[in-house]
């Protein structure tokens, strides 16, 4: 629905401004200025639709997480005690999601054990962590898949991280720091 009026309102601002040039200033003025309301009301409806979504505490739909993909920013993920899945250094997307960061699970490969939707993630000289996959995300989700990606919430796992600009590095928590 709101596709048609966008597409209607844009219509509207180039047949409004055909009008203009054809010599009827006022009247393509005013479908101009009518078709830029329109499309423009559009996108508000659009963007408190989402937030409206969320405060139900309904999932994310799949056109928001691929929105956010698409604006988040790569990071260079390192670590000096892991393997990062297939270079130090590889590039992932950082989503926030709900105020926490998701990482791709691909990341930790060579400390995953999976069965079926439950995920082991085994990190050195920690407890494993068990954590069952969701279809999709929502508010509490540690691990959710997106487009067979699976996506993992760094704080539901036993790593410090420190974000400094586009590089994120991970390191295992000493145990003491997990007490």
């Known amino acids: 629905m709101f596709l048609a009026q966008r597409i209607a309102g844009f219509a509207a601002v180039v047949f409004g401004l055909i009008m203009m040039i ?12 009518a078709g830029f309301v329109l499309a423009s009301l559009a996108e508000l409806v659009l963007v408190q639709q989402s937030k409206y979504h969320l405060a139900l505490g309904l999932p994310y739909k799949d056109e928001q997480i691929n929105l956010m993909l698409k604006r988040s920013t790569p990071v260079k993920v390192s670590s000096g005690g892991l393997s990062i899945h297939p270079l130090d250094g ?8 709900h ?8 990341a930790f490969i060579a400390y995953i054990e999976q069965n079926e939707t439950e995920y082991r993630f085994a990190f050195p000289d920690v407890e494993p962590v068990l954590l069952a996959s969701e279809p999709r995300c929502r508010q509490g989700s540690s691990l959710f898949q997106f487009n067979d990606q699976v996506f993992v919430k760094l704080s539901a796992l036993p790593l410090a991280i420190q974000l400094e600009g586009d590089r994120l590095r991970i390191e295992v928590q000493s145990r003491s720091a997990q007490l």
Request: hydrophobic share 55%; glycine share 10%; net charge positive.
């Open 99 to 106: 105020g926490d960061y998701y990482l791709r699970a691909k």
């Open 90 to 97: 590889t590039a992932y997307p950082l989503l926030q999601l």
């Open 22 to 33: 054809l010599g009827l200033f006022w009247q393509g003025a005013i479908v101009a200025f």
